[in-house]
């Protein structure tokens, strides 16, 4: 592991991430920093780190590299909590930031926020206050102790609100500034190429449908991962499947018949550009993602989620996303293919500018704390 300099800088901000999703959040908020001029560094835990998860995504995100990469890699729940607390700890103590910020709902977050309350350093939470209020869930318990220890409690939608002020977060930790992955998003429509995605993909006729599923609820439990397999199958028969596999799930994926589905393509993971090109061209998508809850209700695609729940309304009501079961699966595509394509009504604030919000409370925050130690 390479060590962060220990040469603390007065008001700095330090931005812990570690997986797809997290890069594409933070991206717009350090942009939007940096034309603030504000001193940052960036630690990335490693949580993702093949290219395909990581590097292409800093590379496409246009973020500067980090200035330190733990490494940490894959492994169960504790073994990965517990190498990022230890490897965190130190990467704090070395510069003593005047605010950590952490980003989503994965160990990198909860451990982020773990060591900062320890080590009394003030965090701010990108993605507060989404709940899907199922406790199995790794993500919900990350989620809400993130979001208990977080002095900046960073809402993308009102509803995220109105749980954090049910949870008894003071209205002066809450800001409502939007979603900053729709900052992302809306930078990368100029380059994205449907058609060349889809051709790489070799479904270059006709309509086709995108796939990812990954969570331990879908891949964990044998006859679950079964009946998703069966009702892939009995879906590719209506339309052709592109599925780019998650690491986390291809086993469990394989070794329940996914690779015999006939008219589903199983491809490595793509990058952020090539995967949204994708997703904008497709008729529909089956998936089990939140960010791609998101994706799809800006890109107006009629997506699928195979969940009993989601901790993003918004996606439902405003947007293009419906909760299915394994068993609905092959229905619920027909339906799609059966209709028109919906028109979404983008949920409030989802402008490309959350990340300058979130920059600009961030700069207030920073000159009041300036003024209360100044002697």
């Known amino acids: 592991m390479t060590r962060l300099a220990a040469d603390p800088v007065d008001g700095l901000l330090l931005h812990v991430v570690g997986t797809r999703p997290n ?13 603030a001029g504000v001193a940052q560094r960036i630690i990335h835990t490693g949580q993702h780190y093949d290219e395909a998860l ?4 800093f590379a496409e995100l246009e973020l500067p590299a980090p200035d330190l990469n733990l490494g940490v890699g894959s492994g ?19 510069v003593r930031p005047a605010l950590v910020i952490d980003y989503g709902d994965v160990n990198s977050t909860l451990a982020a926020a773990l060591v900062a309350a320890k080590l009394h350093l003030p965090q701010a939470h990108v993605e507060a206050g989404l709940r899907s209020f199922d406790m199995e869930m790794p993500e919900e318990v990350n989620r809400r102790v993130a979001d208990a220890l977080a002095d900046l409690c960073f809402a993308t939608s009102a509803d995220a609100v109105d749980n954090l002020r049910r949870e008894g977060v003071p209205a002066e930790r809450i800001h409502l500034v939007g979603n900053s992955m729709i900052d992302s998003l809306e930078a990368a429509r100029p380059r994205l190429d449907p058609a060349g995605a889809r051709t790489a993909a ?36 209506m339309v052709p499947l592109v ?32 995967f949204l090109s994708l997703v904008a061209g497709s008729a529909v998508v089956v998936t089990d993602s939140g960010g791609v809850q998101e994706e799809t209700t800006i890109l107006g695609v009629p997506c699928l989620t195979v969940r009993p729940n989601t901790e993003r309304p918004v996606t439902i009501t405003h947007g293009t996303n419906r909760l299915i079961g394994p068993a609905d699966l092959a229905a619920a595509v027909a339906g799609v293919l059966a209709t028109a394509r919906p028109v979404p009504a983008r949920p409030p604030l989802w402008d490309g500018r959350a990340g300058q919000r979130i920059a600009a409370v961030l700069v207030g925050w920073l000159r009041d704390r300036v003024g209360r130690t100044a002697p």
Do not use: C, W
């Open 23 to 35: 890069f594409v959040k933070a991206a717009p908020v350090i942009r939007a920093l940096a034309e």
């Open 54 to 57: 990581s590097g292409i995504f």
């Open 76 to 94: 169960t729940h504790a073994r990965q909590t517990a190498a990022l607390l230890v490897a965190l700890e130190e990467a704090f103590e070395a």
């Open 202 to 237: 070799g479904v270059a006729g006709g309509p086709y449908g995108v796939v990812t599923l990954h969570r331990p609820g879908n891949v964990d439990e044998p006859l679950r991962t079964r009946a998703l397999v069966d009702g892939l199958a009995a879906a590719a028969a």
């Open 243 to 274: 599925f780019p596999v998650h690491p986390r799930g291809r086993v469990a994926l394989e070794a329940a018949g996914l690779g015999d589905v006939p008219g589903l393509r199983m491809i490595e993971p793509l990058g952020y550009l090539t």
